[in-house]
């Protein structure tokens, strides 16, 4: 029997489900302490029109598996847009079944599409089940930059300095 795999648009129905995948995947990174994201964070910054970020929904016979989000970035040098991927997750009972792949072909369709120069994500060093699954992709890592941030009380700090 085949199961069908189904790759969509989030649409605000998705909140409550992107929300719970989000903290699964907190937990899988050891860090569900800081997922800070509501419902209604995800209904404003994700699924309304002109959101900053975009989800897909993975379905496996109509049943949601997994998600990703995704943003649109610029390349000074390239001259391009990028396709940046915040998240992606797929239930554990169902990795190895291509779902993850089906999510990461959605998302460099829409990257051709959208004329991007490259697709950007971070992994975790320690994942190496994610790195593997990636780097059988053909997707390298990039060693020469280091990603700094600035949140919370730094943050707001420089911001008002």
Not at 83 to 93: R, T
Not at 122 to 147: C, D, H, M
Request: aromatic residues 10%.
């Amino acid at each position: 029997m085949t199961r069908s795999l189904n790759i969509r648009p989030a649409v605000r129905e998705d909140a409550a489900q992107i929300l719970d995948f989000i903290r699964q995947l907190a937990i899988y990174e050891k860090a569900e302490h800081e997922v800070l994201a509501s419902e209604d964070d995800i209904l404003r910054h994700v699924l309304q029109d002109n959101a900053v970020a975009s989800a897909l929904i993975c379905e496996r016979d109509g049943v949601a598996i997994g998600f990703a989000v995704y943003f649109f970035s610029y390349s000074t040098w390239l001259g391009k847009p990028g396709l940046f991927l915040e998240d992606l997750f797929v239930l554990p009972e169902h990795r190895g079944d291509g779902a993850g792949k089906a999510l990461l072909v959605r998302l460099a369709q829409l990257a051709v599409d959208k004329g991007c120069g490259r697709m950007e994500w971070n992994v975790l060093n320690w994942n190496s089940p994610a790195i593997g699954f990636y780097e059988s992709l053909k997707a390298r890592p990039q060693s020469e930059w280091t990603t700094y941030r600035l949140h919370g009380e730094a943050l707001a700090a420089l911001a008002h300095d």
